[in-house]
């Protein structure tokens, strides 16, 4: 598992492409072992992970009757919709780039967008826990979320421009791949294992 001085290294390539600077690639390792380490970030994006977690039980036992409780499996079916958000943008940005010939750009988006959730992982766990021990600012926290959201898309798409060398419409087709079809899965996945607040 990377250590923490090296997911710095990857971060600070990271910020060099948000700053449009290609730079940033000489810090990034696009080899097949890299791209293998990369999937490491979710390791790394356990904690906020189990805040965003704790926030939802919370939210979803609002919706039940009193004294309901969550078990372990309502953990776990978190956790498959987490892998399912992870991997299957992942896998239509592998489709879409083949379609149009551009395959060789898949490994530094694998290795941009894993290290790139640690990161944006972090930030929204710090905003959910807000939540916890604040419990009056529910309202400054959605509004910093959906500047959080729109921040993203930003990041995202600045990104994907170095990747993509500048063409506008992939760029904009792989942004869409990256993010719409997470949030569709999110939100089907949740209704069909059952762990969405009524």
Not at 14 to 37: C, H, K
Not at 87 to 98: D, H, K, R, S, T
Not at 105 to 132: D, K
Request: hydrophobic share 60%.
């Amino acid at each position: 598992m990377p250590g923490f001085r090296e997911v710095q290294y990857y971060l600070a390539g990271l910020w060099l492409l948000i700053r449009l600077d290609p730079r940033g690639f000489r810090y990034l390792d696009m080899s097949e072992r890299g791209v293998n380490r990369s999937f490491w970030a979710m390791l790394w994006c356990l904690p906020p992970m189990g805040i965003s977690w704790l926030w939802w039980r919370q939210a979803f036992l609002r919706s039940m009757p009193p004294k309901a409780d969550v078990d372990f499996a309502f953990y776990i079916r978190l956790g498959l919709v987490e892998v399912a958000n992870w991997f299957v943008p992942l896998i239509f940005a592998g489709l879409l780039l083949l379609a149009f010939r551009m395959g060789e750009r898949f490994a530094p988006v694998v290795v941009s967008i894993n290290w790139l959730g640690v990161p944006l992982s972090y930030i929204n766990g710090l905003l959910l826990a807000l939540v916890f021990f604040l419990p009056g600012s529910v309202g400054l926290v959605s509004l910093l979320l959906l500047a959080f959201m729109l921040a993203q898309v930003f990041v995202l798409a600045r990104i994907l421009r170095m990747i993509c060398h500048g063409h506008a419409l992939m760029t904009g087709a792989l942004t869409l791949v990256l993010l719409v079809p997470s949030m569709i899965l999110s939100e089907y996945l949740q209704h069909f294992l059952g762990i969405y607040p009524v």
